[in-house]
């Protein structure tokens, strides 16, 4: 083998070690870079969360608002990345009064809390002070005065059979908005015998929560036609065979 042959195999081989070298210093490049963002971003605290960056928004006078934001106040100094909002939103829903709860990171230092409180649609009496129930049955507060637009119901909290109750709340969830705000006390005795009274004394016998929609119907168009106009009973109990009195 000639000495031009051997002088260009190790320049080849020279060449190959280089290419080498300089692909594993790209790697380790790459590596060290990698390793660097992921303490920036999850580790360090370029990203971390702070206390006055974070914001709740929504609730009302029934959600313990305060401690939504203790609950919150525990994510400062956590990188957001790292900010386990699934945990955080299971203890905010825990609170009084809070029925769904949204977190949002706002980077690079905050949080956006979204709270949407239950509305409370009954109040049960309950040992000389009424329990204020949302539509899913759920106990939002307990308070001595009825707040305004909300109707009283009759029905025992501490009865083994819930059936009435959740009778009431599937019929005063089927009310449209207007008709529902008009309603100033029902009554149910059972699941089949569930009674509202309207402003003026006007009582409206529902029968039970089925076909709610048609009753709803029915009820509206008595109520408008001329020939029920001084009716103070309406019994749409059998949609299809109203009675008026």
Do not use: N
């Amino acid at each position: 083998m000639s000495t031009g042959m051997v002088d260009r195999l190790a320049e080849r081989a020279a060449m190959r070690r280089h290419r080498r070298w300089r692909r594993l210093g790209w790697t380790l490049l790459a590596v060290v870079l990698a390793g660097a963002l992921v303490w920036l971003a999850f580790f360090s605290p370029v990203l971390a969360t702070r206390a006055d960056d974070v914001r709740v928004v929504g609730g009302g006078s029934l959600v313990d608002t305060a401690q939504v934001e203790r609950i919150a106040a525990g994510a400062d100094g956590v990188p957001l990345p790292r900010l386990d909002t699934v945990a955080l939103r299971t203890r905010m829903l825990d609170v009084r009064g809070v029925k769904d709860v949204a977190i949002v990171r706002q980077w690079p230092h905050g949080l956006t809390v979204r709270v949407t409180p239950r509305e409370p649609v009954a109040a049960v009496p309950d040992q000389g002070r009424y329990a204020l129930l949302d539509g899913d049955g759920v106990r939002v507060a307990t308070v001595r005065a009825v707040p305004k637009g909300v109707p009283v119901v009759t029905v025992p909290l501490d009865a083994a059979d819930h059936r009435a109750l959740d009778a009431v709340l599937a019929v005063l969830s089927a009310l449209p908005e207007k008709l529902g705000g008009q309603v100033t006390a029902v009554e149910a005795s059972t699941q089949d015998t569930v009674e509202l009274t309207l402003r003026k004394g006007v009582r409206v016998v529902w029968g039970s929560a089925q076909d709610s929609a048609l009753k709803v119907r029915v009820l509206e168009a008595l109520r408008g036609a001329k020939q029920t106009k001084g009716a103070s009973v309406f019994d749409v109990s059998a949609p299809t065979l109203p009675v008026t009195r």
